[in-house]
């Protein structure tokens, strides 16, 4: 199966860690130029070195205000010029804590980095989608938007409303031919999970634990590592999904399908 995505410009947020880190990769693998931007510039520079290929862009920017997603989009504009690929992938828990614990802030900065971060660069990014001959949004949510949970009901809500966004806007963006889906994952190792494991006294046997515990309630039997996420987002933003859009794609070991 031809994927085609040589050359194809592809914008990724969040990607110096994890998921988006692992999708850059895969890309840039597949020839594609990639635009990527995170807050820590130490992080896009060892991206930068393990990256394939030329002509990428690597941005500091903070997504969870609005100039920073201005920011990033300038600089894509200036130096891509282009955009045929929109992930919009940044994401956060932020604080684990249940209602009682949460501020008011707390749900403030969950909507902007969850939700508001992929309304604004879609927003930004919609009139070069419309130009390219084969344009793809594809929104990173997660389980937690339809299996909501005590201890983070602000991410959980903000991601079920990105989902949804996801279906609305793939009905207004139909007539333009610009395609919008969402992939849901279960538990994947990343950062996130590694600053959880760096809290305890012994944080390898922490990770150890955590992995352990985790994937024991996978049918899989093992947690999901951000490579596992790449192969659907490479299928998504090629020309083989034409007739695919407004459907959300759970990619969790089999967690959501096995209740009991
Ligand atoms: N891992 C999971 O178990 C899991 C499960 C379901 C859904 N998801 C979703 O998948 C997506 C990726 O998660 P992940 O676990 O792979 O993330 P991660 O490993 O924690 O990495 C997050 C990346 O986003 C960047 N980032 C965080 N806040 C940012 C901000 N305000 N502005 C710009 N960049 C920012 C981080 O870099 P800086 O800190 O340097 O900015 C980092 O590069 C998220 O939307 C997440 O909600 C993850």
Redesign the pocket.
């Given at each position: 199966m031809g994927l085609n995505l040589k050359s194809r410009k592809v914008l990724i947020?969040?990607?110096?860690?994890?998921?988006?880190?692992a999708l850059a990769l895969a890309f840039a693998k597949e020839g594609a130029q990639v635009a990527v931007?995170?807050?820590?510039q130490d992080?896009l520079d060892s991206l930068a070195d393990e990256i394939e290929g030329a002509g990428h862009l690597f941005v500091s920017?903070?997504?969870?205000k609005a100039e920073?997603v201005e920011t990033f989009h300038k600089n894509v504009t200036q130096q891509l010029g282009q955009v045929d690929v929109l992930i919009n992938?940044?994401?956060?828990i932020l604080k684990l804590a249940n209602f009682f614990e949460l501020t008011d802030q707390d749900w403030e900065d969950s909507f902007q980095?969850n939700l508001m971060s992929a309304v604004r660069l879609t927003r930004l990014c919609i009139p070069s989608l419309k130009q390219s001959t084969c344009s793809r949004i594809i929104n990173?949510s997660?389980?937690?938007a339809g299996n909501p949970q005590e201890v983070f009901p602000h991410y959980s809500a903000m991601?079920a409303g990105l989902s949804n966004f996801t279906v609305s806007l793939a009905q207004t963006l139909a007539a333009d031919k610009i395609l919008v889906n969402s992939i849901s994952?279960?538990?994947?190792w990343?950062?996130?999970?590694e600053d959880e494991a760096q809290k305890s006294s012994s944080p390898e046997q922490t990770k150890k634990e955590i992995m352990q515990q985790t994937g024991e309630t996978i049918p899989l039997k093992r947690m999901g590592m951000?490579e596992d996420l790449t192969g659907l987002a490479l299928f998504l933003a090629s020309e083989q999904s034409a007739w695919i859009t407004g459907t959300n794609f759970t990619v969790d070991g089999g967690l959501t399908g096995n209740p009991f």
């Open positions: 947020t969040g990607a110096g860690d994890g998921i988006g880190r931007c995170a807050r820590s992080r920017a903070d997504l969870g920073g992938n940044v994401g956060a980095i990173i997660s389980i937690a991601k994952p279960g538990p994947v990343s950062k996130s999970w951000p």
